[in-house]
């Protein structure tokens, strides 16, 4: 997994590049932004992370050449800028996430995992949390090594708690994730399923968070 | 406190109430002059009047007078030819020609001798002085008093005339007492009197000197929080990359790495404060869904929530109202991870919004130590914690999040109370909003 990393702070980045190396990735790294365009179009990563405040050009603006090109190229924006105008304005231009600084390791490799598993090369495609291995590609589940058979909701459930493990999904973004537009949900339809789940899963594998919503402890 | 208006009208009426009375002893003084050489001439008159009328008098003769202002007498010789009733038998004056000033029937008399040459008689008249005074005082006094009632008159319309001199002054004060505090902006020159417009350009300047060091500090803050973000991420990342290095690394590096959470938190509380300073905050209210904020912030918190084993319940409604949505989401995250520093592992977090008819009412509860009830007020202070540097949470914290807490209260115009949580025996935070609901003082919904 080739990750391109556009961040000017030299210290970050050598950390970065170290700390993901030893994570699999392999990471290049560029610190102007006109050097990143440049790079995605001789040698296009598998993801771009890139650091708002580049020394040359806005980061944004970078977002936007690159997007030109490259519209399904993964983008995870990296930023010490906090204005909710500035998040809402990257993701509108296509981003696919966003992480304030200062962020932990763990926090943006969840991320880059999500962003590999969306790409999904066979080699990661399986997340495996506590007793339970879930097979994006095969859609297989396993719960203490034998298989399970889902429900094609249930398994959509699944996925979105375990690929956000550590992470609360509320009842309305999963219904978003499960429903399209239009399509008729019963106000419990979520609460069902989540049982019917839990049935077939490890005890207390998805936990509730009253009131809130559901999350899968982190591995 | 002195008074301009005070003073110029103090100073203003003494100067005239002594002019005025001046020229009314002045006057008073001429008047009387005047009057008693009238007097004089009258009696001189009636002399001249007296001794041209021929007549054969009997010696002892006696005129009687209606009044008792004027006596006289007519002599030939040594007699008393004719006297007014009310004159003694005695010589009343001197037989030289001319005014004298005589006693006699127990008042002073003012008289006049003249002599006529063809029938060599004298003729003397004669005026009681103290009925003549008091003539002349009246008719010199009623010229003078209209003038002395004159004065309460005067110093109404001096009031007046003061006041409306003043009353840029007033305007100006008024200008500058109703600026917001962050309103910075110059006061404007046109309209005001020469006076006053040197006063105003200096308060001008002042404020514009002023604007711009308050600029200077708000980008210093904001830029200096800012730029300490990415050293900090790279300090995470270096410190995780060598815990994974050495053998035992995260329990060896556990020290540094809860030093450096604390500064990045620290950095951001920096950061929200600093935003939310009065004169910094420029509020930008919408309509919002205060259940789906809250509900964001434990989203996006629970992280810190899973790590310390603890559980979370939030009950609530769909409650909107008009705010701002950064300031709210910082005064929830603050309240948040307040509640999770401060509630020991595997303790009970509760969170409700209820929405009656007046007021939306957000409470935080937790089942930890809580707060000593004396120690209320001094919780809100900045840098203040719990226990003092000796804080037992032993959990990345500045002492600031109350005090942005209670900032962004103030400017939700809502109100702060803390108190022991019936439910778990803990701290129980409750925020009260009221009157800010969707409908606004502009009565539309830009959210």
Known sequence: MQILLVEDDLSLAEGLQKGLGREGFTVNHVSNGAEAIHAVDINTPDIMTLDLGLPDLDGLDVLR????????????????????????AGLDMGADDYLVKPFAMQELLARLRVLERRISTTTSSEIQIGAIRLDTVTHGVLVNGSSVELSRREYMLLKALMENAGRIQTRENLESRLYSWGEEVASNAIEVHIHNL?????????????????????? | MSSIRIFLIVVILSIMTLGIFISALHGYRSGISNAQQIFDSELADTAQLLSVVRDDYHPGDTAALETTRYVFQIWQGDTLLLRSANSPEILIAPLTGGFHDRNFNNHRWRTYSLYNESSRRWV??????????????????????????????????????????????????NVLGHK????????????????????????NDLLSRLQASFEREKQFTANAAHELRTPVSALKIHLHNLSEELPDGEERLQALVSVTDRMGHLIEQMLALHRTTNDQFIANFTGLDLYKLVQDVIVGEYASL???????????????????????????QNLLNNAVKYTPQGGSILITITDSAGAIILRVEDSGPGIPGDQYESVFNRFQRIGGDQN????????????????????HQAQITLGKSEELGGLSVSIVFSGKRMAGPDGKNDG
């Open chain 2, 392 to 411: 037992s949470s032993s959990t990345p914290g500045c002492g600031l999040g109350l005090s942005i807490v209670r900032q962004i209260v103030e400017l």
């Open chain 2, 124 to 173: 003397i008249t004669a005026e009681r002085l103290d009925i003549r005074n008091s003539l002349a005082e009246n008719i010199v006094l009623e010229s003078v008093l209209p003038v002395l009632a004159l004065l309460p008159v005067l110093a109404v319309i001096i009031w007046i005339v003061v006041g409306r001199g003043l009353a840029p002054l007033q305007r100006l004060a």
């Open chain 2, 180 to 203: 917001r505090a962050d309103d910075l902006s110059p006061i404007p020159l046109k309209d005001q009197p020469v006076e006053l417009t040197r006063l105003t350009r200096a308060a």
């Open chain 2, 306 to 332: 899973e790590d310390k084993n603890q559980q979370l319940e939030f009950r609530g409604v769909n409650s909107l109202l008009r705010a701002d949505q950064f300031a709210l989401e910082t005064l929830m």
């Open chain 1, 65 to 88: 050449q690159v997007r030109k090109k490259h519209p399904d190229l993964p983008v995870l924006l990296l930023t010490a800028r906090d204005a909710l105008e500035d998040k809402v």
């Open chain 1, 198 to 219: 839990r049935k077939k899963l490890v005890p207390d594998f998805i936990r509730t968070v009253r009131g809130v919503g559901y999350t899968v402890k982190k591995a």
